[in-house]
Nanobody, 125 residues
Framework: QAQLVESGGGFVQAGGSLRLSCLVS???????VAWFRQAPGKAREFVAA???????YYGDSVKDRFTISRDNARNTASLQMNSLHPDDTAVYFC????????????????????WGQGTQVTVSS
């Protein structure tokens, strides 16, 4: 089974930037990758997703501020987060699914069987 380790979380003031990374074991190219986030007491929220050599998808709350990318040679996915707002404060999770079929359910946590442990992002006002 795939194993994922997120890194890059931390503390930042509103308007600042952070870059999250997800290191994946095995053959990364066979997976679709996504990022989700979850704040205390709230449901897990879709952030971004990327199919192998396809255009990315973004949640409405992060569009034009966040950028998802992947480097198959390094088995790494990244999430560049700019213009951060206190509402972005959450634990961010990297998630994977096998690259089969169209990515029509990219925003559903149920579509991703493999998850990292998460990395905390805290944005102060």
């Amino acid at each position: 089974q795939a194993q994922l380790v997120e890194s890059g979380g931390g503390f930042v003031q509103a308007g600042g930037s952070l870059r999250l990374s997800c290191l994946v074991s095995g053959t990364f190219s066979v997976y679709h990758v996504a990022w989700f986030r979850q704040a205390p007491g709230k449901a897990r929220e879709f952030v971004a997703a990327l199919k192998w050599r396809d255009n990315p998808y973004y949640g409405d709350s992060v569009k034009d501020r966040f950028t998802i990318s992947r480097d198959n040679a390094r088995n790494t996915a990244s999430l560049q987060m700019n213009s951060l707002h206190p509402d972005d404060t959450a634990v961010y999770f990297c998630a994977l699914r096998m690259a089969v079929g169209a990515m029509t359910d990219y925003a559903s946590p149920q579509a991703y069987p493999y998850w990292g442990q998460g990395t905390q992002v805290t944005v102060s006002s």
